[in-house]
């Protein structure tokens, strides 16, 4: 029987966010499931959308022995401690140093990983993995769309196989792949060619989005691009918030020959230098965008959706900032609904209110982010739960949630979720598990860049982009940048990080 080795080692690191992720972060897992260990791995993981899970459906399938290691990410943050890398590290490690005769290895990564120590975290993980199994064993690995890829994990891994859609609706279907590409070096007994390329630009996150132009089209293309002579192919357009030479979007192609390789890299190369112009669009200011959808909710039968971008904390953000919040209350909005906020001190102190009684506090703004600070007036405690709840849309895919003591705070007409633990709003229940109905709402801000858009768009009259203050930017150039390779510009058409700052 097929032996294969498996684990996982998920965090995206925004290395400008103002919280780095300690080894407790991946115990709880934030809004992944919490850190599992051996069998424990398949009940964790099974039919949810992660890569783990579609593997392991496609793993069973083929019959295999699966020997599973460790499974475990965290929120997007600042810089993963030495201490949970490495400890994390030592028991994929030793679960395969342990595990006997093996057949291959499979890893669940993200591709975004800067640690306290190291500029390249995934990087380091493949060439320990590789050390340890030696160069003919088979090494594959799904990674997330916004991998910032290194020369170094091409040069360790027979195959790194990114998620084709943002939202990252296909988490579970890139695990299958994965299996796939691993029965066919199995079978074929061959390695494929490489070929690794990155494209010149940082891509700013709010338009990286595949259900839109011009990523819709890539994708599209890269799929046609696909072959026998050309088993797997990816794009990804990469996390642009971590100030290492690496940062940015790649391509990743694995060829029968090293010309099929380069030949299908090249192409893809080539049409996302020619969309440079396209990765654009409009971005407003709190209160202009605010009015925009008190005016526009007028005239909608479905409510006007507002991403609040630059505190997301799919990106990083702490979840905290007040600058929607306000914009919102300072503009008399009706019948909307912001979350989520996270703040365990405000949610503890509602809970011992209770429900139906005000409540004074200074919500979020504890982030120390420029241009934000806590929201002081009184609310009205309208809801209370546990934080824990089933998140079933697309995105999240059945997740068991759990946010702790959380919360429903009313200021006016504006609604607010309070939780104690971050995860970015992109499932509808993340509003109903604390008694607001979405689709009975005028406005929605969602604490989300693009995730959300998966289960919001159904609902949603339009969609627009809001920059209020956050730890990620939604205009890449706004970052202080210090350690970029020379020459990548630092937004579409923007001016190139220079050789010596």
Known sequence: MIRIAIGGFLHETN?????????????????????????????????????????????????????????????????????????????ILDGIADAGP?????????????????????????????????????????????????????????????????????????????????????KSKRKFAKAFRQPPFLIPISWQCTDLQPCKSIYAKLAALESDSVPTLSFAPGFPAADFPDCGPSIFAYGRTQADADRAADTLADLIGAHENDFDGKIYAPDDGVRYAMERSGRASKPIVIADTQDNPGAGGDSDTTGMLR???????????????????????????????????????????PG??????????????????????????????NLGPSACLRIGDVRVVVGSRKSQLADQAMFRFVGIEPTEQSILVNKSSVHFRA?????????????????????????????LRPGIRIKPNGPAFPSKI
Request: aromatic share 8%; with cysteine; net charge negative.
């Open 15 to 91: 290395t400008f966010a103002p919280t780095k992720a300690v080894y407790d972060a991946f115990v709880h897992g934030g809004g992944w499931p919490p850190m599992s260990r051996g069998d424990a791995i398949f009940a964790a993981t099974d039919n949810i959308n992660v890569g783990m899970s579609g593997f392991v459906d496609e793993a069973r399938r083929e019959g295999w022995e699966l020997v599973p290691t460790i499974w475990c990410a965290a929120s997007p943050s600042a810089h993963v401690t030495q201490d949970a890398y490495e400890r994390v590290v030592k028991v």
């Open 327 to 369: 914009a919102l209350v300072r503009n008399g909005a009706t019948k909307a609904a912001i979350g989520v906020i996270v703040d365990p001190a405000t949610a503890a102190a509602a809970h011992d209110a209770g429900t139906g009684n005000s409540l004074t506090v200074s919500l979020g703004g504890k982030s120390g982010i």
């Open 372 to 401: 934000d600070a806590p929201f002081e007036d009184t609310f009205i405690v309208e809801a209370l739960s546990d934080g824990r709840f089933i998140a079933p849309g697309p995105y999240f895919g059945g997740s068991r949630m």
């Open 455 to 483: 289960d919001f768009t159904p609902i949603a009259e339009e969609i627009i982009i809001c920059a209020a203050p956050g730890a990620m930017p939604a205009d890449t150039a706004a970052l202080p940048w210090t350690r």
């Open 102 to 186: 093996l057949d291959g290895v499979y890893l669940d990564l993200h591709g975004a990983m800067v640690t306290e120590h190291l500029d390249d975290g995934e990087g380091e993980l493949l060439a320990r993995v590789r050390n340890l199994i030696g160069k003919d064993l088979p090494l594959v690995v799904s990674l997330d769309l916004h991998a910032n890829v290194t020369a170094e994990m091409v040069e360790q891994a027979d195959a790194l196989i990114a998620y084709r859609t943002y939202p990252h609706i296909d988490m579970a279907d890139t695990g299958r792949a994965a299996a796939k590409h691993l029965a066919l070096l199995l």
